[in-house]
């Protein structure tokens, strides 16, 4: 596509349940990225896919979350048993190569989670 | 703690001054990026700057790094009311940890009065 879609933009869920967002990147990119972002507070790394390569998780808070990316595109990054502090905006990225200091990471609008 | 610190949180001024941002960081970096983000949605990539320059330019914008001191700053000349955002500075470093991913700063709030 042209840009970094995610889905849904907006969810509610009650305490306890599961979600899931997803993320299709740029077509092409091989990196994604994953970030939280609390109100009013800055990107918090969540994780990272580079290529074939083992992903980079030491973002992720707790064993509740979960990410991963199916065939090198589409990235499903879950949540179990959620709880209000998953209240955030979750954004995520891809670039096209990783980190290189010509590539360019594009963010998607976010997916604002609200837990109640 | 955030690898990368906006400083100040926020800031407020009139349309047609300049906004500057500063920006420290901790670790050894490969680069230093400006994004600046619209009612808490996507984030837009501003300015590159990589670690052995010292000064860049895009348009109204002017980034300078100092690596001896870890620190950065983001200009904007002449502000517009358009201006208004939140803006982060990111770094990727992979020297301590191996990570290998853009780290964020909590941002500087600006806000242009027109």
């Known amino acids: 596509g042209a840009g970094v879609s995610q889905s849904p933009s907006n969810k509610v869920t009650e305490k306890g349940k599961d979600v899931e967002l997803r993320c299709d990147p740029i077509?092409?990119?091989?990196?994604l990225y994953w970030y939280r972002q609390s109100l009013g507070q800055g990107l918090e790394f969540l994780i990272y896919f580079q290529g074939n390569s083992a992903p980079d998780k030491s973002g992720l808070p707790s064993d509740r979350f979960s990410a991963e990316r199916t065939g090198g595109s589409v990235s499903t990054l879950t949540i179990q048993r959620t709880q209000q502090e998953d209240s955030a905006v979750y954004l995520c990225?891809?670039?096209?190569?990783?980190?290189?200091?010509?590539?360019?990471?594009?963010f998607g609008e976010g997916s604002w989670l609200t837990v109640v | 703690s955030q690898q990368g610190e906006e400083d100040p949180q926020a800031l407020s001024i009139q349309e047609g001054e300049n906004a500057t941002m500063n920006c420290s960081y901790k670790?050894?970096?490969?680069?230093l990026q400006w994004y600046r983000q619209n009612s808490g949605r996507g984030l837009v990539h501003l300015i590159l700057i990589r670690s052995n320059e010292r000064e860049k330019h895009s348009g109204r914008l002017r980034v300078t790094l100092d690596t001896s001191k870890k620190s950065s700053s983001l200009l904007i000349t002449a502000s517009r009311a358009a201006d208004t955002a939140s803006y982060f500075c990111?770094?990727?470093?992979?020297?301590?940890?191996?990570?290998?991913?853009?780290?964020f700063g909590s941002g500087t709030r600006l806000q242009v009065q027109p």
């Open positions: 670790t050894s970096i490969n680069n």
């Open positions: 077509s092409g990119h091989t990196a």
């Open positions: 990111a770094t990727v470093f992979d020297m301590d940890t191996g990570r290998r991913a853009l780290t």
């Open positions: 990225a891809s670039s096209l190569l990783g980190q290189g200091p010509r590539n360019t990471i594009y």
